[in-house]
């Protein structure tokens, strides 16, 4: 079994905050060596902030994506989407994402009890740090266990990253709501799916999203399925950390890379 180098959650200009070009994208993965991208264009739908509740124009994106692809004959591209899991709309949500050729499903979780943990401190005011972390958590846990039809978990600690908690405070571990985290690890297991492991959390919180505690205890529990994603939305961090969190999910025996064409899994060797 081979290994790869692969980015497995990117946003270009399709996502509403994405600040870089697929062109970019791409010119700046192929001279980082990188073989395989996976565009992961933002849907929030129902999102309070109704500059976050713009999706893509799919007919763009995949139009754009063949262009790229003829283009770039030596970058793997995938088409995929992050899915703002919102459980006021989510079986419309489902709905849509059945209509779109995509090659992989991110689930995301950024609101909670319909706030964003973007916005801090108002997620955080009125809250003890156990109440706001916990809170995220127990959400995390029930969106994923609401949700059959995806490959990937996203950014599990995503609370932690514009959190008003610093230093050992700040990031989500696993000690924080271990119940939470083994329904939402086990049923990820159980069901066969991949947890995201998310380097944009180096910058904020010391550690990748989620924190190597809850990492751990996937492994622990037999998980065994990853998929590694820079979450840039511009060419400054396009592939960022990810050979050093590889580094770190092998070094604690975490075992496959994953892959997605057309929603079908493949396996590379972390
Ligand atoms: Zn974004
Ligand atoms: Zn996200």
Same mark, same amino acid.
């Given at each position: ?6 980015? @497995? ?19 700046? %993965? ?16 129902? !999102? ?5 509740? +713009?999706? $893509? ?15 770039? $004959? ?12 919102? $459980? ?5 949500? %489902? ?5 779109? $050729? ?15 943990? @973007? ?24 969106? +994923? ?9 996203? !950014?599990?600690? @995503? +609370? ?53 505690? &809850?990492?751990?205890?996937? &492994? ?12 840039? !939305?511009?060419?400054?961090?396009d592939y960022d950390g990810i050979e050093r969190a590889k580094d770190m999910v092998r070094a604690m025996g975490g075992k496959y890379q994953a892959s997605f064409d057309k929603r ?7």
């Open positions: 079994m081979e290994q790869r180098r692969m980015d @497995y959650h990117l946003h270009t200009l399709h996502s509403f905050d994405g600040r870089q070009s697929l062109d970019e994208l791409c010119r700046t %993965m192929l001279e980082k060596g990188v073989g395989e991208i996976c565009l992961t264009e933002h849907i929030e739908p129902g !999102h309070p902030d109704s500059t976050c509740d +713009v999706p $893509p124009l799919w007919d763009a994106v995949f139009q754009e994506v063949r262009e790229a692809r003829q283009r770039y $004959p030596q970058l793997t591209i995938r088409t995929g989407v992050e899915i703002g899991d919102n $459980p006021l709309c989510r079986d419309a949500i %489902m709905k849509e994402l059945d209509s779109l $050729p995509l090659d992989f499903r991110l689930l995301s979780l950024h609101l909670v009890n319909g706030v964003d943990c @973007y916005c801090a401190p108002e997620y955080f005011d009125g809250k003890t740090r156990k109440q706001a972390y916990r809170e995220y958590a127990e959400a995390k846990a029930s969106s +994923v266990t609401q949700w059959m039809d995806f490959d990937s978990v996203a !950014h599990i600690g @995503y +609370v932690a990253k514009f959190s008003v908690y610093q230093g050992k405070e700040r990031p989500l571990v696993y000690e924080d709501a271990p119940d939470a985290f083994d329904t939402l690890l086990k049923y990820v297991i159980a069901n066969d799916k991949c947890i995201e492991v998310n380097t944009s959390g180096y910058a904020s919180t010391g550690d990748t999203l989620p924190h190597r505690s &809850i990492l751990r205890r996937y &492994i622990e529990l037999g998980g065994e399925n990853f998929t590694f994603g820079s979450d840039s !939305h511009d060419t400054a961090r079908k899994r493949l396996l590379y060797r972390i």
